[in-house]
């Protein structure tokens, strides 16, 4: 194939990927090119002269793979956001092909030893700080990688690299089609009762869509608890929707899951770790298993405690309406903590709809509290198009004029996306490539029958500023090498932008300027604004077990020690001797994530990783105190944030770069107010 739209660098706006010109057919080709052009830059690095310099080596290192690096980005982005037959078929053929591509480039023993020629003269060779971390990081990458296995072990890893792509792969695609299939529908509109007319109109419009004309049909989003839960009145369709979102993966995919975990664990040991999770926390800011295990074994007996007590409560409001029902389970949580918030607060859930209608909270809420904090501006460019026709893209402006990049905004949930929500790059910021970023959120907003605006849950408005939070990350970024742009940091570190960009979702600047009645304009009254607030902080203990119990059983997958110990093992017995040890086996709150279809761990990047998202949220906390302490002005303080923390990415030790910026490590008792789990 000559002709090929990876083939050259896209000549529209911030290099944006030219979409109407890119078809199946251009992948796996763009892909061959790609790798093999890769290959040859690394020969001609190898073949340098025998003294290695840093502009001959770790730059031109820096600068190859650009075609792959297009093809990647835009193919794994149409996996996960509008997958098809085609694109499967494409990535189970290419999975374990790169798998082994990256192994050819951090197994190449020429290169490897000028990058550690390199390494081990690097205080001699007169490199600015970021220059000096490029070199630390390739070093620790192909170290951590094997290079300094012999044959035999490399020949092991590599087998083991494309095992865990293919599986990770299947994984993947087994998701998206048992969330398909494990849709509810039901045939009578009594079934529904409690709905909202939207959530009914758009269910119907769902099953029409699905071949179920006359039905309502009730989609899976990829977490246990799913939100519709909330709002059903029929103990009957909540188990319903409750048994086919547990059910999710029992089958093969949980039969991968332990596969994967088994090659993890033989890697991990292959590479001289004890286990998979101690490979994994090495490069994080966490550092050791010791230093996670200290921090969730803290959270646990109190975050109990509260959910026993919000148990209690439950099931007496339960009893005191059907007192045949002697059993909270795990169908009912969502549905009477919101009866009991509701009668406790004033508050529901269903009247506060027309007061998130998505435009609005896009422009009016979350552009506006950027332009509020860091004084950028956002504007639609519609003479651009994207990946899919639902697919919105905006031009973000600095304070001063100055282009920052493209934000494209995929808001809907559709048969071809997978669950959840995400921020990819599409290009990344990079000053010696001369590239500005190009971020993409993706959200699974249930869709409105057309010509019906989308009005949001408290949840979604929550989801839309979390990842515009990773957007920002990406946008601001401000580094010499794109390895460094935007969200190329720890796991561990990753998510904190984003949680602190949740706290301008209820800042008094922020809510009242989006929060308006969707018929009248009206703004929400400040005593529902206070109600509402107060509401939120109810039922923080399910909320911390139910997250707590993802990260812990994400912990006990990766520290088996040795592969053989999972031969046969079934995964629910797993899971619940887990949750069981971990002091977090309760029936009425699932973790956030079973094993089936736990796609952050399986095939997401997270192994040993789930625990981030508490973690960060210590930073978190400990920043919106930051934020809040009246010391300067919002607009200040966001300069600062952005100088010191957004803008780095990965270019400096994210850690040390908190630090210097809040003048002290972080402190955990934010957090352990947050969710009320202080003394």
């Known amino acids: 194939m000559t002709s090929n739209p990876f083939f050259e660098p896209s000549t529209l706006p911030y290099q ?45 290192l820096e600068l190859s793979g650009a075609l792959l690096t297009r093809v990647s980005r835009v193919f794994f982005n149409a996996t996960a956001s509008d997958a098809s037959a085609g694109t499967d078929a494409i990535e189970a053929e290419i999975s374990p092909r790169l798998a082994a591509h990256w192994d050819a480039v951090y197994l190449d023993r020429d290169l490897f030893a000028r990058i550690e020629s390199l390494y081990r003269r690097r205080d001699d060779l007169g490199l600015d700080a970021e220059e ?18 012999d044959d035999a072990g490399q020949g ?24 398909n299939a494990a849709t509810v529908i039901v045939d009578k509109a009594e079934q529904l009762s409690g709905l909202a007319p939207a959530a009914l109109a758009a269910a119907a419009e769902n099953a029409r869509s699905l071949g179920h004309p006359g039905s309502w049909a009730l989609s899976l989003q990829n977490v246990s608890n799913q939100p519709v839960l909330a709002e059903l009145a029929d103990r009957d369709t909540r188990r319903r929707v409750m048994t086919a979102s547990l059910g999710r993966g029992l089958g093969e995919n949980s039969r991968v899951a332990v596969r994967i975990a088994a090659l993890r664990a033989e890697r991990a040991a292959l590479l001289g770790y004890p286990d998979h999770a101690a490979y994994a926390v090495e490069d994080q800011t966490a550092k050791t298993v010791d230093a996670v295990e200290q921090m969730l074994g803290r959270l646990v007996g109190p975050a109990v405690a509260n959910a026993e007590r919000e148990a209690a409560e439950l099931t007496a409001a339960m009893r005191a309406d059907a007192s045949d029902i002697d059993e909270l389970r795990s169908w009912d949580w969502q549905f009477w903590s919101e009866r009991v918030r509701a009668e406790r ?24 509290a950027a332009e509020q904090v860091y004084g950028i501006t956002v504007r639609e460019r519609g003479d651009l198009i994207g990946y899919h026709p639902e697919v919105r893209i905006f031009e973000v402006f600095d304070a001063n004029g100055e282009e920052l990049g493209l934000f494209l905004g995929d808001f809907f949930a559709r048969p071809s996306k997978r669950g959840g929500a995400w921020m990819d790059e599409l290009v990344s910021q990079s000053r010696l490539r001369g590239t500005l970023p190009v971020v993409v959120n993706n959200l699974n907003i249930v869709k409105p029958p057309t010509g019906e605006p989308a009005l949001l849950t408290w949840d979604n408005v929550r989801t839309l500023f979390h990842e ?32 602190v960009n949740e706290m301008w979702m209820i800042h008094p600047r922020v809510l009242p300027n989006y929060a ?19 509401a939120t902080r109810f039922g923080e203990g399910f909320r911390t077990v139910e997250a707590l119990a993802a990260a812990l059983l994400d912990w006990a997958w990766h520290r088996v020690p040795d592969a053989r110990t999972l031969s046969g093992v079934d995964a629910e017995a797993f899971e619940e001797q887990a949750l069981r040890t971990a002091g977090l086996a309760m029936a009425a709150i699932p973790p956030r994530y079973r094993t089936g279809y736990f796609q952050h761990i399986i095939s997401g990047g997270y192994a040993a ?9 210590v930073l978190d906390a400990d920043t919106v105190d930051w934020f809040d302490d009246g010391t300067a002005t919002i607009r200040e303080k966001g300069e600062t944030f952005r100088r010191e923390l957004l803008s780095r990415g990965g270019a400096v030790d994210p850690l040390a770069a908190f630090e210097a910026f809040r003048g002290r490590a972080p402190r ?12």
């Open 156 to 179: 092991r890893l590599r087998e083991l690299n494309a095992e865990l792509a293919t599986a990770a792969t299947e994984f993947t695609h087994n998701l998206l089609a048992d969330t």
């Open 132 to 149: 000096l971390r490029l070199l630390e990081q390739y070093h620790i990458r192909f170290v951590r990688s094997g290079a300094r296995l």
């Open 516 to 534: 308006r009645h969707i018929e009248t304009g009206a703004p929400m009254s400040a005593e529902l604004v206070e109600r509402m607030t107060a």
């Open 16 to 60: 944006l990927p030219p979409f109407a010109e890119i078809a199946e057919e251009h992948y796996l080709p763009a892909f061959e090119r790609g790798m093999a052009e890769q290959l040859s830059e690394i020969a001609a690095i190898t073949a340098g002269g025998d003294a290695a310099t840093f502009a001959d080596t770790v730059v031109a």
């Open 609 to 617: 990783g789930y625990y981030s998202y508490i973690w960060s949220e």
């Open 345 to 368: 607060f004033s508050v529901d859930a269903e009247a506060l709809r027309p007061y998130f209608e998505l435009e609005r909270v896009l422009h009016d809420g979350v552009f506006f």
């Open 468 to 499: 515009f939070g990773h957007a920002l990350h990406g946008l601001f970024s401000d580094v010499r090498f794109p390895i460094f742009a935007g969200t190329e940091v720890p796991r561990d570190f990753v998510e904190f932008p984003s949680q």
């Open 668 to 679: 955990i008792e934010p957090l352990l107010a947050r969710r009320g789990l202080a003394d």
